[in-house]
Antibody, heavy 121, light 108 residues
């Protein structure tokens, strides 16, 4: 069974950098999967942040691209999110997830439980 | 960026009734790359449908998906109490992989 677990500070100061890590178990981060981050502001909908492939290829949401970095640590079977220059608008539950794909479909099949990050002084 | 618009925003129905949820895209999406998720309070989304019409593993057959191009539909044939939740569509046709804003299915 694939499991993903987010970890990181629950409180970040405005203008600071949000850093989260997603530990993956039950699957190799070097498998044919994209490893994704999705966020959800309190009471609102889902926003795709970006993803990384184990080889290092990344894809980011243009709305966040200037502030986002996603990286992978194969030795620890985990991947990470960094979001710089945060404001209150970045307060959200952050989910890590796995995206599988083929020539004829794509899915996010496993999600972490989510971690709430609040941006406040 | 492909914008997905879901309707209605809220759907009030009773157990046993049929639910029809809509997801409309601002430009054509390959049906291979349209998925539906269910989310309950305090939980991560759960994959229901992928490829517009394929049920994910373990999903009851009362859930079905259809559509192509810019118009997609999620149908729940006979609502069970555990089906009342928020439903999102997502497209993987082009990055960024956008979500709809969600439809809340509530008990009438």
């Amino acid at each position: 069974q694939v499991q993903l677990q987010e970890s990181g500070p629950g409180l970040v100061k405005p203008s600071g950098t949000l850093s989260l890590t997603c530990a993956v178990s039950g699957a190799s981060i070097s498998s044919s999967s994209w490893w994704s981050w999705v966020r959800q502001p309190p009471g609102k909908g889902l926003e795709w942040i970006g993803e990384i492939y184990h080889g290092g290829s990344t894809s980011y949401n243009p709305s966040l691209k200037s502030r986002v970095t996603i990286s992978v640590d194969k030795s620890k079977n985990q991947f990470s999110l960094r979001l710089s220059s945060v404001t209150a608008a970045d307060t959200a539950v952050y989910y890590c997830a796995r995206r599988l794909f083929s020539s004829s479909w794509s899915i996010i099949d496993y999600w972490g439980q989510g971690t709430l990050v609040t941006v406040s002084s | 960026e492909i914008v997905l618009t879901q309707s209605p925003g809220t759907l009030s129905l009773s157990p046993g009734e049929r639910a029809t949820l809509s997801c409309r895209a601002s430009q054509s999406v390959s049906s291979s790359y349209l998925a539906w998720y269910q989310q309950k309070p305090g939980q991560a989304p759960r994959l229901l449908i992928y490829g517009a019409s394929r049920r994910a593993t373990g999903i009851p057959d009362r859930f079905s998906g259809s559509g192509s191009g810019t118009d997609f539909t999620l149908t729940i044939s006979r609502l069970e109490p555990e089906d009342f939740a928020v439903y999102y569509c997502q497209q993987f046709g082009s990055s960024p992989y956008t979500f709809g804003q969600g439809t809340k299915l509530e008990i009438k």
